[in-house]
Antibody, heavy 118, light 110 residues
Framework: EVQLVESGGGLVQAGGSLRLSCEVS????????MTWVRQAPGKGLEWVAN????????FYVGSVKGRFTISRDNAKSSLYLQMNSLTVEDTAVYYC???????????WGQGTTVTVSS | QSALTQPASVSGSPGQSITISCTGT?????????VSWFQQHPGKAPKLIIY???NRPSGVSNRFSGSKSGNTASLTISGLQAEDEADYYC??????????FGGGTKLTVL
């Protein structure tokens, strides 16, 4: 069974840092682009960042560029999101998502909640 | 990169058809055939229902269909069922490797 399990969310003060992890199973992680998507409380989905299989291509939404870093460890079948200089606007559920070809974002984790307090 | 434009809400009766529009620009929807649609029920993770404008993943009902004309993509749900009541999001590739979602549409089945 294909599974993506996020962890690392929690409550942090503005200006602080968090590192999210996503451990996958049931497919060959190193073959796929991976993505982080977030959803603020009561709001819509927002694409945050993605990366290719060997970390040579990484892309970010403008609001997190320079503060967030996406990375992966193919040996551990894990995806990460290092989040620095957090603001209250970063409060959201963060989803880890597999990007297949040609289907796109076809498998989603259950999400991990990040709350940034002022 | 601005969010794609979707109607905030649509509604329909069981058995009817509805269409949700998703308007972008030539830098996203109009410039790529990588438009997807996602369904999200409350408290759940989104589910992919359409990819590459009009393709359905395995297991998705053929009541869901997608299309695109110019800078606007559309999702049509035919034969509405109570279980279709959910939020729907369009999604597109955009320039410089960026991706963008629509603002979301709440579908109410009357």
């Amino acid at each position: 069974e294909v599974q993506l399990v996020e962890s690392g969310g929690g409550l942090v003060q503005a200006g602080g840092s968090l590192r999210l992890s996503c451990e996958v199973s049931g497919f060959t992680f190193s073959h796929y682009w991976m993505t982080w998507v977030r959803q603020a409380p009561g709001k819509g989905l927002e694409w945050v960042a993605n990366m290719n299989q060997d970390e040579s291509a990484k892309f970010y939404v403008g609001s997190v560029k320079g503060r967030f870093t996406i990375s992966r460890d193919n040996a551990k079948s894990s995806l990460y999101l290092q989040m620095n200089s957090l603001t209250v606007e970063d409060t959201a559920v963060y989803y880890c998502v597999r990007e297949g070809l040609p289907v796109g974002m076809d498998v989603w984790g259950q999400g991990t909640t990040v709350t940034v307090s002022s | 990169q601005s969010a794609l434009t979707q109607p905030a809400s649509v509604s329909g009766s069981p058995g009817q058809s509805i269409t949700i529009s998703c308007t972008g620009t030539s830098s996203d929807v109009g410039g790529y055939n990588y438009v997807s649609w996602f369904q999200q029920h409350p408290g759940k993770a989104p589910k992919l229902i359409i990819y590459e404008v009009s393709n359905r993943p395995s297991g998705v009902s053929n009541r869901f269909s997608g299309s695109k004309s110019g800078n606007t993509a559309s999702l049509t749900i035919s034969g509405l069922q109570a279980e279709d009541e959910a939020d729907y999001y369009c999604f597109s590739h955009a320039t410089s490797g960026i991706r963008v979602f629509g603002g979301g549409t709440k579908l109410t089945v009357l």
